[in-house]
Structure formats: C-alpha cells, structure tokens
C-alpha cells in the first residue's frame, strides 16, 4: 500500500527516457504522461493505491531455450495464458472485497493504462527496481507480474523496499543487444522485448544478430538475476503453457487465420502474424549464421516477396546469413 504521491521522481525519469528518445515506436508513452507520475492526476479522489504482484515463475531455466537450433525462444510471461486477463480478475476480486467491507470506490489496473506500476510497487513496500529496471524481491525474485488498484479509501502506507543490488552487474553484462546505457536505465528501442513485440517494420540490422532465436520477448535480465534462488514455481498453471519453444519452420509458415487460431487468449495473439513471421525469419538467419539446417534458408526463400515489408526484408536478409 502507498499513497498517491509516494514516487515523486519518478516524473523526471519518465521525462528524461522521453527525451532520450528511449521509448522509440512506443509514441504512447509520450502521452498522458502527468497521469503517468501522480495516480491523483489520473484519478483526483484517489487517496491510496493498493499494489499486487502474481507469480509466473518458471519451473525451468529459460536460458535453456535460448540458441537451441531450429526453434524459437518465448519469453516466459508469454509460454500460457494472458496475464492481462488473470491479474485483472485477480484485482477485481481484491477491489469487490474493499468495496463491500469499506463503501468505497476502486479502479483497477494492469499493464494498459498510463500507470507507472513499478515505482508504485517499491513505494508500497513489494521490491526494489533492480538494475534491469524490473522490481524484484528478495522473497520471490522478479518473476511476477505487477496490478495495481486505486481506492478512495484512506490506508496506512507501508515503508517502501530499499535496493538489494548490491554490486551485482550480472543483468547488465548478460544483455545481448547492449540495452542498458547505465545501472537502473533502459533504451527500449535495444531492447528484444522493444524489438520483438513493440517494433513495427524492419529491425536495425546491427541489433539483428543479437536477437538470436528469441521470437517474443526477451528473459535474459531476468533469468540471471540471483535473487531468482528464492522464486518457487507459479502455483497458477495456467501460467505453464503450450508456447515454449516453437519449431521455427511452423512458425514462417503461419497465415493470418493459423497465427490467430494458435495464439487465441495467449499475449502473443497482439502483434499479429507479420511480426511473428519477421521475428522467426531473424531467427532463422542467426540460425543459418550458426551452421543450422539448410532446409530452412528454403523456407525464408519462399517469403522474400511476402507483401508485408518487414517479412519480405527479414527473409532476404536470412537467406544472406547462409554460412
Ligand atoms: C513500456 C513497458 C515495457 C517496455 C520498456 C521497459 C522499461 N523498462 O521501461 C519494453 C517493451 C522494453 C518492456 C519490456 C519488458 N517488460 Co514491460 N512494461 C512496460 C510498461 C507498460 C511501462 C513501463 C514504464 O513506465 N517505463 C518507463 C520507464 C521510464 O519507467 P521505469 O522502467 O519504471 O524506469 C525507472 C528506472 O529507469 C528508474 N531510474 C531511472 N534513472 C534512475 C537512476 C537511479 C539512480 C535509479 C535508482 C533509478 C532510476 O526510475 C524510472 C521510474 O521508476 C509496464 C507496465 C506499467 N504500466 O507500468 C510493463 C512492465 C514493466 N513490463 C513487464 C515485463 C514482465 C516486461 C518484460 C520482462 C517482458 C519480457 N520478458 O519480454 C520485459 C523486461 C525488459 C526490461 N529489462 O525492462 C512487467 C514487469 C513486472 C516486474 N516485476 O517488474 C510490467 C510492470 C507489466 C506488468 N503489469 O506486470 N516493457
Ligand atoms: S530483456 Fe533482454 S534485451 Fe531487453 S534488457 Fe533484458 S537482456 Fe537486454
Ligand atoms: S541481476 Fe543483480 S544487478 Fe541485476 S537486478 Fe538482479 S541483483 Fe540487481
């Protein structure tokens, strides 16, 4: 639990990764952005703003999944079903208690409104804000999703968590595209979440390489953190699902109508065939780069004059990568 106006800086750091341009495609970010530093120019008769983390944890290494020829790599938030659903049922179930045992008024949030979730959850005492820029705890790691509720009601605040990184850097040498320009900070537009999930169009080439086989998202940071020692698997299955590890060859070969039916109700579903295919053909080509089978440069060949230009360039270019 914390007040409405426990994160004082974060506005200013919000500010600077604007003006770094560090939200590249993300234009949205750029908007709202007084609701996003003060829950009460978000909503005036918030009073206290009460902050849920959900397990997902893994049951196993996710850097087992990563290089591994011919399949693709998804970030474990996205391997079962889509925390937007789960968490938002979650708060609304917490939110229809308060309401019935104090009268007051809440309004859930997960993810999608100008929230600034992480911040939120350190002032209310949950974790701390790694040097991954994720929030972590000393009890469950950092492999939980965030949820937040504003409520009219008065609550005692409790003390916000201090930082536990010490002089670990291990999530900062572990990133393969370079993505943070200092301890605390991120250039999204590095980022293979960013650039997976957020990027329209073609990638940078330089960055290509580091995508490596990762189809959706990225959990390196998070894999190597070792607070993770003391996460226990998520006890919420529905979390543990099909989506691990995909072959690369059904992945390319997906239609709009195949994409949708595969990732009905998964977060996967948001960014839509074209991106997929383009992310699986960069993965194909640093699969080939490695020596991989050649079967599948036959398979990019067949999509070099895909009508979507992204796809188009992202075969060309794997094809090229043949060792
Ligand atoms: C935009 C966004 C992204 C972007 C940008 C990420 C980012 N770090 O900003 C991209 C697409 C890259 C992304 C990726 C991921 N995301 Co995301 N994302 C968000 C979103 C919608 C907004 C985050 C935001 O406001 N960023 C703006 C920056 C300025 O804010 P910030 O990260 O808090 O930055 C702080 C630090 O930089 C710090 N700071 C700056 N300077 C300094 C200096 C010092 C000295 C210090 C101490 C601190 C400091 O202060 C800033 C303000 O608190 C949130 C949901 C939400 N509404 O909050 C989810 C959220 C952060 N994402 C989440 C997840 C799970 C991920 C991924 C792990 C998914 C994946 N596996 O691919 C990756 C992790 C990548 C990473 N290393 O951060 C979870 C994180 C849960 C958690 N435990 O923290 C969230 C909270 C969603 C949720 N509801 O659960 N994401
Ligand atoms: S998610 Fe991957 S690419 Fe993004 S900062 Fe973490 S390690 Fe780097
Ligand atoms: S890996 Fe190390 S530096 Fe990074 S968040 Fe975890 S403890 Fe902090």
């Avoid at 639990?1 to 341009?21: N, Y």
Wanted: glycine share 10%; with cysteine.
């Amino acid at each position: 639990m914390c007040g409405p106006h426990a994160i004082p800086e974060a506005p200013a750091r919000l500010g600077r990764f604007l003006s770094d341009g560090h939200h590249g495609q993300m234009g949205w970010m750029g908007e709202r952005v007084a609701w996003r530093g003060d829950p009460r120019a978000l909503w005036p008769e918030c009073r206290s703003v009460v902050m849920l983390a959900h397990s997902y944890a893994p049951e196993h290494d996710p850097l087992d999944d990563v290089g591994r020829a011919g399949t693709g790599a998804v970030s474990v938030y996205a391997q079962g079903r889509d925390y937007h659903d789960v968490v938002k049922k979650a708060l609304k179930r917490v939110g229809r208690w308060l309401v019935e045992e104090a009268g007051c008024a809440i309004k859930v949030f997960v993810d999608t409104a100008p929230v600034m979730e992480k911040p939120l959850a350190q002032a209310a005492g949950l974790g701390w804000q790694g040097k991954h820029t994720n929030l972590l705890s000393r009890d469950w790691g950092n492999w939980a999703f965030l949820g937040a509720i504003f409520t009219t009601l008065e609550l005692e605040p409790d003390a916000p968590e201090g930082e536990h990184c010490g002089s670990c850097t291990k999530c900062l040498d572990i990133c393969p595209t370079d993505a943070f320009p200092a301890p605390f900070r991120l250039d999204a537009t590095r980022c293979v979440s960013y650039l997976t999930i957020e990027h329209r169009g073609p990638v940078d080439p330089a960055l290509r390489r580091g995508i490596g086989n990762r189809v959706y998202g990225c959990d390196d940071c998070l894999a190597v953190c070792p607070w993770n020692k003391f996460a226990v698997a998520a006890a919420d299955l529905r979390y543990h699902g099909p989506h691990r590890a995909p072959s690369l060859g059904a992945l390319v070969t997906l239609d709009d109508a195949g994409f949708r039916a595969r990732f009905a109700g998964s977060p996967i579903k948001r960014i839509g065939r074209d991106r997929m295919v383009r992310n699986a053909l960069y993965a194909i080509g640093n699969d080939l780069r490695d020596g991989g089978d050649p079967a599948l440069a036959e398979v990019a060949r067949e999509l070099v004059d895909d009508p979507d230009e992204g796809v188009a360039d992202a075969a060309r270019w794997a094809v090229e990568q043949v060792a």
